[in-house]
């Protein structure tokens, strides 16, 4: 699984001559905690936090800005996209192709891709995310995978 499977691929995100108070509103229109900052053509220069937003001062998201950002490309495997996430105490890391940024990743995506598990009913194969199009392991059709959801903790403490 690679971060093209799970990122969310319509990124919200923001110029550096925006002011503190356009970044707060749009952090909040959305419900994100961040979003990347792009430049006139596009490329990532930086990303801004709520953390950014409360605890640096400045006018303009350029001020307040982290400049220097992690980022994974498309083929990143999710498992490395989580120890960043977790090592570095991250809410999200951009994905790019280039200096652009075609999606983000974030700690609910993986959440959700572990969420999401298909059983193949013919060899087994365990395999997490969107519907697959077939079996890795035996190639049966994906009509024929099962989805199959983990009892959620709290409905299965209560019985």
Sequence with gaps: MHARDIMTHEVISIGPDATVQDVARLLSDYNISGCPVRDGRDRMVGIVTEADIIGKEGERVGDIMTPRVVSVCEDTDVDEIARILTGN?????????????VGIVSRADIVRMIARRWVCPVCGAIQHARAPEQCYACG?????LERELEPRM????RE
């Design 89 to 101: 105490r991250f809410k999200r890391v951009p994905v790019l192709r280039g200096e652009r940024v």
């Design 140 to 144: 049966a059709d994906a009509g024929r």
């Design 154 to 157: 709290e409905i299965h403490a």
